[in-house]
């Protein structure tokens, strides 16, 4: 059962391709299967807030510098809401143009997984911020706190970027579409989300907040499993209709990495203004970059910065094996669902 046709010139109704418009509902035979792989092995990292014990890290937060809880305070404000941010977009303007049922299927997974972000980052406000003001002000921080606003308002725009499009039916809404996921998948979860990585890992290399870095290795391979996904479909696009992509596009996507740099670095002029020990603001700036370089090559574009990364235990996490908590419950949980998240066992 497929929708109704594309008016697309390239279109052709025995083979629809990934973006024509419409609403596939066959699963058999399953055009995408790498889709469908990417499904089973979220399920394979199910995992939940009440898993994450964050009591631990109020000592820490005592012995703190006021400049390392003013980090903290920032992060967490920036936490409450980015994830929304990315579930809306999802919502709004992904789902709806992935004419692909094994590709829905990861995306309602990834909405799930954004909710349970959502919950561990409001448990993370409950535990750290017991004053209800004070967790009111956080939520409001994409209004009221400029380094948040400026990385709020770049989410925001991209959102709006696709407008009222509701089928994907020119080259240029197509195109549209790339840039949006693109900026979803490389800007917002491949850098801004890593640069909060980035402090939530110092953190831990000191001793400090070990429950936050626990949460924190779940959320980084949910955000990695996102990332992959959405780069699976930029690449399945582009082998479908590769006129979509050109240096234009290409130029683009290296402007927007570079303005998404620029947000994140003030956002880190203002986590470590009050000068926090073993983290600099050139060596943010050299990481951010870095990480930028490693977003254009996986879309072969060229690098833009060359820097390297100045973080040795951010290395570490390019590791999915991060800790023995980490281990024991991913084993666990693959364990657990062994045999019970296909349909059958037959090759696609």
């Not at 799930?112 to 919950?119: G, S």
């Not at 606003?149 to 790339?178: M, N, P, Q, Y």
């Not at 084993?331 to 066992?345: E, I, M, P, R, T």
């Amino acid at each position: 059962m497929t929708g109704p046709a594309s008016t697309t010139p390239t279109d052709s109704p025995e083979t629809p391709m990934l973006l024509d418009p419409g609403m596939e509902l066959t699963l058999r035979p399953m055009r995408y299967p790498h889709f469908y792989d990417r499904f089973r092995d979220a399920i394979k990292n199910t995992w939940t807030v009440e898993e994450v014990d964050l009591h631990s890290d109020l000592a820490d937060l005592r012995r703190m510098t006021p400049a390392e809880r003013h980090l903290v305070s920032r992060l967490v404000a920036f936490f409450a809401t980015g994830d929304t941010i990315v579930a809306n977009n999802l919502v709004l303007n992904l789902y709806q143009h992935v004419n692909s049922p094994e590709g829905r299927l990861y995306l309602s997974r990834q909405l799930f997984e954004e909710a349970v972000h959502v919950q561990f980052y409001l448990t993370l406000l409950d535990t750290y911020v017991p004053d209800e003001a004070e967790r009111h002000e956080a939520f409001a921080a994409v209004e009221s706190i400029p380094s948040i606003k400026r990385k709020a308002d770049f989410c925001f725009r991209w959102i709006d970027s696709l407008g009222d499009v509701e089928e994907l039916r020119t080259r240029e809404d197509r195109r549209a579409f790339l840039l949006n996921l693109i900026c979803f998948a490389a800007c917002i979860e491949g850098l801004f989300f890593y640069g909060a990585f980035a402090y939530v890992y110092f953190l831990r290399s000191r001793g400090l907040l070990n429950g936050l870095a626990s949460g924190t290795n779940w959320v980084f391979r949910d955000e990695s499993m996102h990332m992959a996904f959405a780069l699976d479909v930029v690449d399945t696009v582009r082998r479908e209709e590769p006129d979509l992509w050109d240096d234009d596009l290409e130029a683009q996507v290296s402007e927007m990495l570079a303005e998404a740099v620029e947000c994140e670095v003030q956002f880190a002029e203002d986590l470590l203004g009050g000068g926090v020990p073993g983290m600099s603001l050139p060596d943010m700036r050299a990481y951010l970059e870095h990480v930028a370089d490693r977003r254009l090559e996986l879309l072969g574009i060229p690098a833009r910065y060359g820097s390297a990364n100045p973080f040795a235990f951010m290395e570490l996490q390019d590791v999915q094996e991060l800790s023995n908590f980490f281990e024991r419950r991913v084993s666990a949980y693959q364990l657990g669902v062994s045999g019970q998240v296909s349909f059958d066992d037959e090759e696609f």
